[in-house]
Structure formats: C-alpha cells, structure tokens
C-alpha cells in the first residue's frame, strides 16, 4: 500500500526524529525530501506545492511543545498535512433508512475494477443487513453482465440483467423489480470505455436521470495515479460525484491518485479495494492511512479485522490454553489460519506500530505458510496434540506425507516452540497487556 513512497516518508520521519533541536535549514532539507517523494509518487504538482509551502509556514512558525522532541513535532505537523490532503474524516455513504430503497450509481473506464467493486460494495452492505440487488447495466464490455452475476452468486446478492442493447431500460426495469420486491439498495454497475467519450457521458447522465441515486461513486484504478485524478475531475464536471472508490489500492501503487483526488476534485475517498476476494473493501480512513504511510501502524484497524476472525470468548480460553501451557499444534494452526482471513500479510505488517521499515517484508514467504499448514495437516491428532512425541520416523512419514522435507518439519518444530514461548512471555508481561489495551484506546 503506497509502498514506496510510505517508505521515501520513512527515512525522513527516521533522520528528522533524530534531531535534538530543528533548524531552518533541517527544516528546508526535510521538506526537499518530502517534496520529491510526492512528485516521484506521481502526486499533483499543484497539491504538492501547497503541501510542502503550508509545512514550511507552519513549520517556522510553530512554538516547541514543552517535553515534545522537536522532531517529532514536526513529524505530527506531516502527519496532519497528509490527513489533510486524504480528505480529514472517514466520508460515509448517504443512504436512506432500510425501509425505502437507496441507488448507488457507479461509474468508471473498463479496466478500472467497477464490476468487482460493485459486489465488494454489495458484499459489504449486505453485512450491514440490507438487502442488495445488483443491476448489470453494462452492456458494451464483453461478459460484464455475466461477470457481475457469477460475483454475485458468490456474495449470495441477487443480479438483475436482461438481454437488451439499451442500459437505460435494463435500469428502469431492474428499479421496477427493486420497488416491488423490497430491495432496499440498488446498485447499477454501468458501461466504461478505454476513453472519455460524449456517448458514455450521455448515457451516464441518461441513466442518473432515470435513477435518482443516492451515491455517485467513480471507480478510479490507484495504480494509474494522475491520470485518475484527472479522470475524476472530468466525471465530477460532467456527471456530479459523491465519493470515489480506489480499486488495486494493495499493489505498490505510487499514491498520486489518493493523495490528489480530494485536493484537486474535492471528492472524497470512500472506499479501497485493498484485495481480490469480496471482502477485500475497506472503508476509507484519512488519519490511519496517513499513520500507515509514515509507518506509525494502525492499531484501530487492525483490532477490527482481529474482532471479525475471533470472538471475545474464544480469545480468553487461546489465553487460559497459554496460562496452562496447553497451547498445541492444533490452536497453532486455528490462530496461522485466522490470520490468514485478516488479510494481506504485507497490509498487516504496516498496521503493527513501528514494524514498517524495521522487518524485511520481501521474507514474509506466504509459500512457506502454506508449507507449515500442510506439514501439520500431516500429523495424526495425537501429534498435534503432543508435539513431543515426533521423533525421527514420524517426521519423515509426515514430510513425506506433506511433500516437504524432514528438514522443514524440524523448521516448523522449532518455530512453533519460539512462539510458544514468546506468547507465554506476553501472557505474563502485565505492563506490555495494558500498553496495549492503551494502544487500542480501552
């Protein structure tokens, strides 16, 4: 996520931290650093020179906190600069109450990701509890609709589509079907082109019309960087937007799209696809993407994605099973594959306070996991239960067993101990538990 420019912003967070006391010209230097990374990362020129010209004036004109490094300090003034330009607060979708249907229209060029955010979002909404219906309205990319129907079969959310050559009939029906079935949210997922042409734009404007929505969102791709800034600013001029949504937002993207888009079309940011399965859409947070790009982590994310995989009763007996030294293969392999749902790893090492830019995440090796899982897979429950029964003939039956060698089962073997120990050790650190419990905000 922003992967390299988060890490530009790093080593200069690193240098500037380090200093007792800040000049004009540590100011000047770290502000140069600062500038070039953005421009690199394909940020606006405009909103680059604002960005940098503001952390100057404030910068020089600020008064040093009493007990405040004035590294830091300045550190907190970036922070705050780039929560500004991602747009200040998380912006909501406005939708009516569950009683009456709201229509959420989404555009896009082809290529950009609409038809799979279009299910993401339905996804997402449908866990809110309402009740979804899909519209396939895109009729000029080839396999759209039935694109669209196999997501949504996967989701479990209804999809209308029709053979009809005309989308805006394909919409005013699927509204008809909406209103008379009781869906409460509609979501039209519209024609794109490799370009802006005046058909498209004609067509969208036809189809707002007709549908009245609620939210306007723009697929934009990040990894196109200014030119989906630009792509924004046409479809806000022409059509109207209420949010954009950032598709590929995982890949190394530069950043210039999400650093822009609001400063440049005023649009915020209300969702990223952050992933290729449904799930994978997360709500947009100005103040933790930017603690993500300077490497601070994001605590409050990531409790969110630990409460979607493990309730608050099984945390408390994985803590009873570590106080009574129980804790065996078989809860090693419940937690690897919980945390496995919460995501990318590479996401959740950047949520984790301090880790980003302090851990080699290129030997994060998702093969070897899926290695550990199979090597486990391979052993009787007795041996999960008692590792310390597995001499040398079992763990060559089981690296055959698993298709590994008996020298990663000896691997394995000796990680599940460190970690054993290592969680044991937190389980009776007090002092790191309510740490913690600070950093959660409890």
Known sequence: MLERLSNKLIDVVRHISGKAAISEKNIQDAVEEIKLALLEADVNLRVVRRFVNGIIEEALGAEVVRGVNPGQQFIKLVHDRIIGLLGEKKADLNLKGPDTHSVILLLGMQGSGKTTSAAKLGSTLKKQGRNVLLVAADLVRPA????????????????????????????????????????NTVIIDTSGRLEIDEPMMKEIEEIKKVSSPDEVLLVADAMTGQHAVEIAKTFNERVGLTGVMLSKFDSDTRGGAALSIKSITQTPIKFIGVGEKLDDLDPFYPERIASRILGMGDVVSLVEKAEQTIQQDEALELQKKIDDKTFDLEDYLDQFRRVKKMGNLQSLVEMIPGLKGNIDEDKIDVKEMTREEAIILSMTRMERKNPRIIGPTRRKRIANGSGTAVFDVNKLLKKFDKTKNMMRKMSRNKDYQQQLMNSFGQ
């Not at 669209?148 to 009809?164: H, K, P, T």
């Open 144 to 183: 759209a609709a039935e694109q669209l129907a196999l997501l949504g079969q996967q989701a479990g959310i209804a999809v209308y589509r029709e053979e009809s050559s005309k989308p805006l009939e394909v919409v005013k029906n699927a509204l008809r079907k909406a209103k008379k079935e009781l869906f």
